[in-house]
C-alpha cells in the first residue's frame, strides 16, 4: 500500500497570507490526524477528523481548520499566517476501526516557513 | 491529562553497543504507548506499541521497548546499535479518554562508527 501522501512539501509563504495543505491517507484509513512539529515546541496536536466529523481539536487558535473529505482526504488551513507558524505540518492516518489502540502512520509533512 | 517525560535529549553510543532510550508517562487509567523514529527532513515512522498483555514488546529494526507500570516507564532498547540508528526518537502515550497521541520531547540518538 501507498503511504500517507502530503502536498506541498515545501512551501514559503509571507505574514498575512493563508495556507491551504493537503493530506491523502494510506487506503482504506478513515481517521486523519494533524500535527506541528517546532524545535521549540516539539510535536503538537492540532486536530483529528473521522469519517468526515472533527473529533478532536488541540489548543491551537481558530486561524487553524481542517476537513476531512469522502474520500478520507483531508485538508487544513491557516489564515492570517504569523511569523510563528513556520514550522513542519504533519500528517497522520490510522485504520478504520479508529480506536484507541490504532497506530498513526505519519506522512513526510509539509514544511511550511513564513516570511 | 496525559503526558510524556524523556529525559534525556542527546544519548551517545558505540556502534554494536546496547542502546536505550528512556521514557516515562502519565496518564489516567491504562496506557496506549508508542515509539516513533524521525529521520532528517522525514516524517515519523512506526517502531513498536504497547496495548496490552507482554510487557515486552518487539518492534521494527531490531528494537524492543519494556513496559514498566509501577515506574510508569517505557524504555526503548536495541541489543546492538547501527550507524543508521542514528535519528530523533519520540516516545508518545494515549488513554482511553484523549484520541490524541501526546509525544515527548524527543531524543537525539547518535551512534558512532
Known amino acids: 500500500k501507498a503511504g500517507v501522501t502530503q502536498t506541498p512539501r515545501y512551501l514559503i509563504k509571507t505574514r498575512g497570507q493563508q495556507v491551504t495543505l493537503s493530506c491523502s491517507p494510506i487506503s482504506g484509513h478513515r481517521s486523519v490526524s494533524w500535527y506541528q512539529q517546532t524545535p521549540g515546541q516539539g510535536l503538537q496536536f492540532l486536530f483529528e477528523y473521522f469519517s468526515e466529523t472533527q473529533r478532536n481539536k488541540g489548543n491551537f487558535p481558530g486561524r487553524f481548520s481542517g476537513r476531512q473529505f469522502s474520500n478520507s482526504r483531508s485538508e487544513m488551513n491557516v489564515s492570517t499566517l504569523e511569523l510563528g507558524d513556520s514550522a513542519l505540518y504533519l500528517c497522520?492516518?490510522?485504520?478504520?476501526?479508529?480506536?484507541?489502540?490504532?497506530?498513526?502512520?505519519f506522512g513526510p509533512g509539509t514544511r511550511l516557513t513564513v516570511l | 491529562a496525559q503526558s510524556v517525560a524523556q529525559p534525556e535529549d542527546q544519548v551517545n553510543v558505540a556502534e554494536g553497543n546496547p542502546l536505550t532510550v528512556k521514557c516515562t508517562y502519565s496518564v489516567s487509567g491504562n496506557p496506549y504507548l508508542f515509539w516513533y523514529v524521525q529521520y532528517p527532513n522525514r516524517g515519523l515512522q512506526f517502531l513498536l506499541k504497547y496495548i496490552t498483555g507482554d510487557n515486552l514488546v518487539k518492534g521494527s529494526y531490531g528494537f524492543e521497548a519494556e513496559f514498566n507500570k509501577s515506574q510508569t516507564s517505557f524504555h526503548l532498547k536495541k541489543p546492538s546499535a547501527l550507524v543508521s540508528d542514528s535519528a530523533l526518537y519520540f516516545c508518545a502515550v494515549r488513554d482511553r479518554y484523549d484520541y490524541k497521541l501526546s509525544f515527548g520531547a524527543g531524543t537525539t540518538v547518535t551512534v558512532r562508527a
Open positions: 497522520a492516518s490510522s485504520p478504520s476501526t479508529g480506536g484507541f489502540t490504532d497506530t498513526q502512520y
